[in-house]
């Protein structure tokens, strides 16, 4: 599977911004897929994952602002970012696994490039 992450960028606090993960390669709709986010100087972390029969997990820092989201028929799974703060600032991961669904990177076998989220204050 590879993954191409995009829609990263700067934006002021409280505003909104959509994340994409295209894959491609093998079956998309088979496999769990998770957004992660690393703050320079500090471990990947998670944000959210959606089970390929769609149930969600969202850290608690963002529940209720972000939604994940997929569609299967474009092989792509979306992280739609509401009332960002300045602490969501990082590079964001999309990631996937074909077993694994959960809130550590290392149940995630598959990663894209990450795009940058900056958001000022």
């Avoid at 100087?41 to 959210?48: D, I, L, M, S, T």
Wanted: glycine share 12%.
């Amino acid at each position: 599977v590879q993954l191409q992450a995009s829609g990263g960028g700067l934006v002021q606090a409280g505003d909104s911004l959509r994340l994409s993960c295209a894959a491609s390669g093998r079956t998309f709709s088979s496999f769990h897929m998770g957004w992660f986010r690393r703050i320079p100087g500090k471990e990947r972390e998670f944000v959210a994952v959606i089970k390929w029969s769609g149930g969600t997990t969202y850290a608690d820092s963002v529940l209720g602002r972000f939604t994940i989201s997929r569609d299967n028929a474009v092989n792509t799974v979306y992280l739609q970012m509401n009332s960002l703060k300045p602490d969501d600032t990082a590079v964001y991961y999309c990631a996937a696994d074909g077993y694994y669904s959960g809130s550590s990177p290392t149940d995630y076998v598959y990663w894209g490039q990450g795009t940058q989220v900056t958001v000022s204050s």
